[in-house]
């Protein structure tokens, strides 16, 4: 006997395929904000290129010190540039990410990212060089108001103790990124002592030369790098002791300063930021015969 089976039973309908999802609307306030980003970074990094004013910023105000100052770079590249990329990468998750978690996440991430850092940024304004930057202050708002924005709409999908673990991921991530900003900027990643910097420097020292600076001026911290670690044998007087506002410190009132920094040296007054081999010219320095013989 022949063994009956039974036949597969067709569907008279048309066959369902998986269900693709389709791409989400854009994010419109998202992508508005970023937007405001984008023409706060864009117009900063101009200015710092350019080296042309911006409204709020007049000479010696706190956002020009700020502009001018080591923070406002990183890798030799403006930090309103960076941020710019930032607000681009937004924009653009903000408006093609396919409907997926994955978009709010990274939205989430980057804002996280970029709210860490630019509170650091702030956080060194105020306590290193006693500024505050009006545009930098709108550029935090903005990226603020994204993370909060994004942190608010936290979707249904993302519940419960997974989320808790990537959120936390995501904190590290950004804690990190900021503490490696933060090495970037000390002294720890500055070169060997260069032992002929050091030379001069004691030499500046023993012939009675004075350099006079303030430690919020942009320029007076570009001197110090070009000396490295032999920064600390220059000889050098605080004008500013007492902070940005605060009094001038009476030698440079006696010695007459008004502008920084600025070098005496065998009685010449010198109002420039000045390279060791120019300080070496003055000074009688013998730098390109230093350590022959």
Known sequence: MSRSGRKPRTSSGPVRQPARGRPLEPDLPVLALSGVGLLITAWLTLATWTGGGLAFCAEGSGCDIIQQSR???????????????????????????????????????FSLLGVAISLYL????????????????????????????????????APGMAWKHWAMNSGAVALAAVLALHVYYSDLLLPREDPRLTALALHLEEIDARYYGAWWCPSCAQQRRLFGRSADYL???????????????????AAGIDGYPTWIIGGQRIQSLLTPEELARYSGFDWQGWGEG
């Open 122 to 157: 702030t956080a060194v304004g105020i306590l290193a060089l006693g500024a505050v930057c009006a545009w930098c202050l709108a550029s935090l708002a903005t990226i603020t108001a994204i993370f909060t924005l994004v942190a608010l709409r936290r979707p249904d999908t």
């Open 235 to 253: 000889p050098y007087v605080e004008c500013s002791p007492d902070g940005r506002t605060g009094p001038v410190a009476m030698a440079c009132v």
């Open 71 to 109: 923070w406002s770079v990183v890798l030799g590249l403006p930090v309103a540039l960076w941020g710019f990329a930032v607000y681009a990468l937004i924009a653009l998750l903000a408006w093609r990410m396919p409907p997926r978690l994955k978009r709010w996440q990274r939205l989430w991430f």
